[in-house]
């Protein structure tokens, strides 16, 4: 008795970067969309354990902390010249109020971003990834 094949019919593949991006930042496989993407904080599982796609070659190194950086970045320079100019606060407690609040922000959206970025690798057969799509459906087919 050998092991069930495990063919890109058999799951649920996504339909568009859109879907596998979306199934990557909830931190689940971005190929079946069932299974955890990681056994740890930052740490992606070895192989999936619905459908066993082995996310152990996954290059995300460390783009996802540049879109972090780059994302708090952009949502935090208006807080500040508001804070600044418009309130008139020192640069001391602007700074002691919005880095705290700039660790936050990153801390909860790397592993999100690091998930899209996983998935974005796999849709687009980057790296060590084989690109992978849903099977097209003849109109002829019944």
Known sequence: MGEPQTSAQQFDLPASAAQALVRGVRCTCP????????RAWLKPVDTCASCKQDWSVQQADDFPAYIGIFVVGHLLAPVVIAMIGTFGLSAWLTLAIILPVAVAML??????????????LWWWGIGAFVQERRAVESPDEP
């Not at 190929?31 to 955890?36: F, I, K, L, V, Y």
């Not at 801390?107 to 974005?120: D, N, S, Y």
């Open 31 to 38: 190929r079946c969309g069932e299974a955890r993407l990681f």
């Open 107 to 120: 801390i909860a959206m790397l592993q999100p971003v690091k998930g899209g970025v996983i998935a974005f």
